[in-house]
Each structure stands twice: as C-alpha cells, then as structure tokens.
Nanobody, 120 residues
Framework: QVQLVESGGGLVQAGGSLRLSCAAS????????MGWFRQVPGKEREFVAFINWSGGSTNYADSVKGRFTISRDNAKNTVVLQMNSLKPEDTAVYYC?????????????WGQGTQVTVSS
C-alpha cells in the first residue's frame, strides 16, 4: 500500500522551470516503480515519466524528453519531477503514480494532483 501526495505546482512563464515532488506515506515505497501523469480538463490523462524502483532506469513521453527529469530518493520516500524549458502546452494537473509500467501503463496508486500553469 502506498499513499501519495504531490506538491510544487504553480504558475511559471514559458521557458522557466518548476520542481514537483511526490511524498509517499507507505514504508514499501522502494518496491514500486514510480512516475508522473498529467491531465487537461476534457482530455485523457497522459503519461509523462517513469522511474524504476532503484532509480536506475527512466522513461519519458516524447513531448517532455530532454526537458523533464524524474528522480527518486527511497530513503525519503520521495519522487521528483524537475521540469525545465516549460511550454504552455505543459499546463495540466500533474499526478504522481505508483506501480506503473515503463511504457506508461498506470499503476493502482494515485496522488491528488498538483496544478501546473505555464504562461506564454
């Protein structure tokens, strides 16, 4: 069992950076692959980034490759999404997810989401 809480969302200008954090309350955090999804109202939730249990393997959606970096600290039960060179199309609610597959198939556990807004 994993409970997830996202933080770090906000308003940023295009080209800027933002750092999202996901804190897990469970004590089996290191057993789960972790990742991020995002969703715009009226659209499907889409895969953003994946990181395996050890942090040694990552995968990203094509739309964010080279701009976003996912990392984790199992000792702190935290996963981070560092977002650089942000674009207006990155505007969405970002959700942390536990147990997802490398190709972006989501796992069972979700956070509540944090809003990211990128102005042009």
């Amino acid at each position: 069992q994993v409970q997830l809480v996202e933080s770090g969302g906000g308003l940023v200008q295009a080209g800027g950076s933002l750092r999202l954090s996901c804190a897990a309350s469970g004590r089996t955090f290191s057993r789960y692959a972790m990742g991020w999804f995002r969703q715009v109202p009226g659209k499907e939730r889409e895969f953003v980034a994946f990181i395996n249990w050890s942090g040694g393997s990552t995968n990203y959606a094509d739309s964010v490759k080279g701009r976003f970096t996912i990392s984790r600290d199992n000792a702190k039960n935290t996963v981070v999404l560092q977002m650089n060179s942000l674009k207006p199309e990155d505007t969405a609610v970002y959700y942390c997810n536990a147990g997802l597959r490398p190709d972006g198939l989501p796992g069972h556990y979700w956070g509540q989401g944090t809003q990211v807004t990128v102005s042009s």
